[in-house]
């Protein structure tokens, strides 16, 4: 089994900045693609950003890039996700994902072709932004 633990979540003024992080313990290494979705009340969950389990291919949502940024220490098997110049439509509990499948880049995220299920999910930290 996996555990990942999400943290960093928090109020803040729009065009502010927060940086989330997400860190996995269990049956795991640094061997497997992790992301970040997010679900506002009354909202499907929604992809935001990922990457890939090496580091070297990144994917974001249209509705953060150039805002948002993904990235990882596979030493400590944490993601990472800086987020710069939150908007009130960032407000939504944020989710860190882990790929139950080694050695995957994340693509199947950004294309939205699998299954929540085969993703181990974090518990969620809440991220609200004010105007």
């Known amino acids: 089994q996996v555990q990942l633990v999400e943290s960093g979540g928090g109020l803040v003024q729009a065009g502010g900045s927060l940086r989330l992080s997400c860190a996995a313990s269990?049956?795991?290494?640094?061997?497997?693609?992790m992301g970040w979705f997010r679900q506002a009340p009354g909202k499907e969950r929604e992809f935001v950003a990922a990457?890939?389990?090496?580091?070297?291919?990144?994917y974001y949502a249209d509705s953060v890039k150039g805002r948002f940024t993904i990235s990882r220490d596979n030493a400590k098997i944490t993601v990472y996700l800086q987020m710069n110049s939150l908007k009130p439509g960032d407000t939504a509990v944020y989710y860190c994902?882990?790929?139950?499948?080694?050695?995957?880049?994340?693509?199947?995220?950004?294309?939205?072709?699998?299954?929540?299920?085969?993703?181990?999910w974090g518990q969620g930290t809440q991220v609200t932004v004010s105007s």
């Open positions: 990457v890939s389990w090496s580091g070297s291919n990144t």
């Open positions: 269990g049956r795991t290494s640094s061997t497997y693609a």
């Open positions: 994902a882990a790929d139950k499948s080694p050695f995957t880049n994340g693509r199947m995220w950004y294309r939205g072709t699998t299954s929540p299920v085969d993703n181990y």
